[in-house]
């Protein structure tokens, strides 16, 4: 008789690839919806800032509650690798734990009920995922760890330096999913332009997009994750010239100060940085998203206002915005220099305001020109629209896109169109198909 299996993934999408990893060893078992069906629950857990920790503390906790009698309560993930001491002592509702180096023996850990944390690097190999929320586009885990010093960054404590995937096992993995059907990629790590570094190579990111352009299938790519000093101009020239990834630039700055990015330990300084933009700005279709920090230790107002009016004046398409979380075994959270919460807060009101025009003016851009979109389902707005995101953009951080009315008949969901952009509706463009693409 088939059992029942119930899958929270939290976090970042390089915890989902991982949670996909568990759905293919766990193939004999019927997905469901609710909680109280289930007889395995598994919870890949986040454990990067404070609001991530909590989030997958109260998942825990509600699943608990939830769940039925003689089910198994698994944890895995971040968190549990990051504060396996602690949680085994102290988390009676869970049955079994492990980190994040045993996905791939999940079906194992369950079976034989032993928790595990393993002290290898796991990187997908062989591995067949069970690719989640789409029909058209994955996912491609580039690496595990980080090489960088950030000031407030604990991954490297619980993840461990750069481990990179080999070449020829990416290239398998892209070509096993087109394949099925799939033909656009967003590759991911925790500092994706640093690929292949440890390995002796330093240009490995480069070599990968050469890679990907011979395979004829994979017809839309991105990049997510470029760090500052691994970001090169040849690697930059290198995706403005590729006519399969896209002019996607996902670089998070953090700051701009000169002063907070030494605080911060981030290598790149405040011209290397505007030169980098500037140059990724400047090609054609081209989109750029940040990330930033508010309030970390030694951020005066003199460095918020200077980030402030540089936010002002770059034309960014999509920021990300973060209070600073003190987080153990960071130099950071050594620093005396703490910023005020109730200080934060202004400041995150202030840029905020900003951050929202920027998304504004990025959206109404597009308005009256025909765009590339592919259908995703039922809108999030109403029955009557279907939902998409523009080609170009990144999968469930960089919007949707309302289509009210098609010249081609009837929609499938995964297929990719053109549409032209008629108007902004709150946050999200609506637009008409026209074309059917592939």
Not at 63 to 87: D, P, Q
Not at 177 to 187: A, P, T
Not at 264 to 280: D, Y
């Amino acid at each position: 008789m088939s059992k029942n299996l119930y899958l929270v993934s939290l976090g970042c999408n390089k915890n989902l690839v991982d949670s996909e990893v568990m759905l293919g060893k766990l193939k004999e078992y019927t997905i469901v919806h609710e909680p109280e069906n289930a007889d395995v629950l598994i919870v890949n857990t986040c454990g990067f800032i404070g609001p991530a920790k909590e989030e997958s503390l109260d998942t825990i906790f509600s699943l608990h509650e939830a769940r039925k009698k003689e089910s198994l309560l698994v944890v895995a993930g971040c968190l549990t690798e990051r504060y396996r001491e602690e949680l085994q002592a102290e988390l009676s509702e869970v049955d079994l734990f492990t980190g994040v180096g045993d996905y791939d023996k999940i079906k194992e850990i369950i079976d034989k009920k032993e928790s595990r944390f393993s002290q290898s690097v796991y990187l997908l190999n062989e591995e067949e995922r069970v690719i989640t929320g789409s029909n058209s586009h994955a996912y491609i885990k580039l690496s595990e760890g980080c090489n960088q010093s950030c000031s407030f960054c604990a991954i490297p404590s619980f993840k461990g330096k750069l481990h990179s995937r080999t070449l020829e096992s990416l290239l398998k993995e892209v070509k096993h999913l087109v394949k099925q059907g799939f033909f656009d990629f967003s590759f991911i790590s925790q500092d994706s332009s640093s690929f292949l570094r440890d390995l002796g190579e330093k240009e490995g990111l480069i070599k990968l997009i050469h890679a990907i352009e011979k395979i004829t299938e994979v017809k839309s790519a991105r990049i997510l994750y470029l760090y500052p000093t691994t970001t090169s101009n040849e690697l930059i020239k290198t995706i403005i010239a590729s006519k399969t990834f896209h002019n996607y630039f996902d670089m998070p700055i953090q700051h701009i100060s000169d002063t907070m990015l030494k605080i911060m330990k981030r290598g790149a300084g405040k011209e290397r940085i505007t030169e980098q933009l500037t140059v990724m700005r400047e090609s054609e279709n081209s989109f750029l998203r940040t990330g930033l920090i508010i309030g970390h230790p030694g951020e005066s107002d003199k460095e918020f206002s200077e980030l402030l009016e540089f936010i002002k004046a770059f034309n960014f398409d999509r920021i990300s915005l973060f209070p600073y979380s003190d987080e153990e075994n960071t130099s950071a959270y050594k620093m005396d220099s703490k910023v005020d919460s109730a200080v934060i807060n202004k400041r995150l009101d202030a840029i905020e305001e900003v951050v929202s025009q920027k998304h504004t003016l990025s959206l109404e851009s597009d308005v009256g020109k025909e765009i590339e979109v592919i259908v995703e389902g039922e809108s999030s707005e109403h029955e009557f629209f279907m939902g998409s995101r523009k080609l170009l953009w990144a999968p469930g951080i960089d919007g949707e896109i309302l289509l009210n009315d098609s010249e081609v008949g009837e929609l499938e969901v995964g297929k990719c169109y053109r549409a032209k952009v008629t108007q902004i509706a709150g946050d999200k463009l609506i637009a008409t198909v026209t074309k059917t693409l592939y």
